[in-house]
């Protein structure tokens, strides 16, 4: 237990932190039990420079891998590394850096926690490393009263290449509207070859996670539900105000984009709907449009139809208008911008899409 005002300091978690016990030196903490290896529960708390390490092996039917165990003493699976937890209290202002947590394979590698009443908020974590878990980063509120607000992670990893072991990277839930809100992510890489559900998974009325210029990826979930993509973040219908950009590979975003609007990635997998971001086409909302003309548009193919602007019920997104071409009878039609898109050495390949309805199948 680790409370407040107190900082745990160790000095760097060695040369090759992938070494089974660390052979290559470090400071590192070895845990054998069913909570968590390092609880921290008051303000201004610190963890600097060490390791934090699951001596459970999982795969006990592999006889060297229980042979190992055995030989470790510790055959109790772990519920997870660092905890930081508010219960009943407010936990504040914690500070993490240059940690490594490692094979908890049964658990959460890293949790922020709210419960009872609780508040964590206005943490900061630098440079965490997480290698092979269960769940690599777990934030939550567990009641309506509780809060997991305003913490701020810099940098960092996420990783694994073991099949089937990771469920989540990075998972938030919260019980109540906004209770977990604005966590950010900076630069942060979100990169195990597949998970179960997804790299980042939220969830909760009004939960939302900033992530910025991040790198999620895993070519695994391109053929992860049995042949077929697996989507790299789920956001569930309830979740909303969800900020992301960066790179993002080999699948896409499943969401309400009308609630997220301000997802951005670069990825031939993802077409943005902040037109100022992301958007080249000259008036790609509609806006200046009369029955027979859409400003920086053409419509070729059709001797005669009708534009009309649909009423905001059925619009899209929010500042993006529908509109509806009537034909007077069925031919192929092609829309397609006036103007050449602007070529630069920066911007060499482009990712086209567009939301389209018809009322006629196929």
């Known amino acids: 237990n680790v409370p407040g005002g107190v900082t745990l300091q160790g000095q760097g978690y060695g040369s090759d932190p992938s070494k089974e016990l660390y052979a290559s030196g470090g400071s590192f903490i070895t845990y054998c039990g069913a909570r968590y ?42 519920k997870g590394g660092i905890l930081v937890e508010a219960d009943q209290n407010t936990t504040e202002s914690v500070s993490v850096s240059r940690i490594l947590a490692h094979k908890f394979e ?7 926690s709210a419960k009872n ?22 934030i939550s509120a567990w009641d309506q009263n509780s809060y997991v607000t305003s913490n701020r992670f810099h940098d960092g990893i996420i990783e694994s290449d073991k099949e089937g072991m990771m469920v989540y990277a990075i998972f938030a ?19 195990p070859n597949v998970t179960s559900k997804a790299h980042v998974y ?30 790299l973040v789920v956001i569930e ?19 309400l ?33 009369n029955e027979t003309d859409i400003a920086s548009w053409k419509l070729t193919g059709a001797e005669s139809y009708k534009i009309t602007k649909q009423p905001d019920t059925e619009k899209l997104y929010s500042d993006h208008n529908v509109l509806r071409i009537k034909l007077d009878k069925k031919e192929p039609v092609t829309l397609q911008p006036k103007y050449e898109l602007p070529w630069s050495i920066a911007e060499a390949n482009y990712t086209f899409g567009m939301y389209a309805r018809s009322d006629v199948r196929d």
């Open 37 to 78: 290896a390092v609880n921290v529960t008051g303000h201004g708390a610190a963890l600097r420079n060490f390791a934090v390490y699951d001596r459970y092996f999982v795969d006990q039917k592999d006889q060297q891998s229980k042979a190992r165990s055995l030989k470790a003493g510790c055959q109790t699976k772990a």
């Open 106 to 112: 049964n658990g959460v590698a890293f949790e922020l």
């Open 117 to 138: 009443g609780g508040n964590v908020s206005h943490g900061v974590y630098e440079d965490l490393r997480i290698i092979d878990a269960k769940v690599g980063i777990n």
């Open 173 to 191: 839930d919260g019980q109540a509207h906004r209770r977990v809100d604005d966590n950010q992510f900076w630069s942060t890489s979100i990169v």
């Open 202 to 231: 939220i969830k909760g009325e009004g939960t939302n996670l900033n992530l910025q210029r991040v790198r999620i990826e895993g070519q695994g979930m391109s053929v992860a539900d049995k042949g077929l993509p697996r989507p």
């Open 237 to 255: 219908k309830e979740s909303s105000g969800n900020i992301m950009n960066g790179i993002l590979e080999p699948t896409h975003v499943q969401a």
């Open 257 to 289: 984009r009308s609630q997220n609007p301000d997802i951005d990635f670069v990825t031939p997998k993802w077409v943005g709907v902040s037109s100022s971001q992301v958007n080249l086409f000259d008036n790609a909302p509609f806006y200046s449009v």
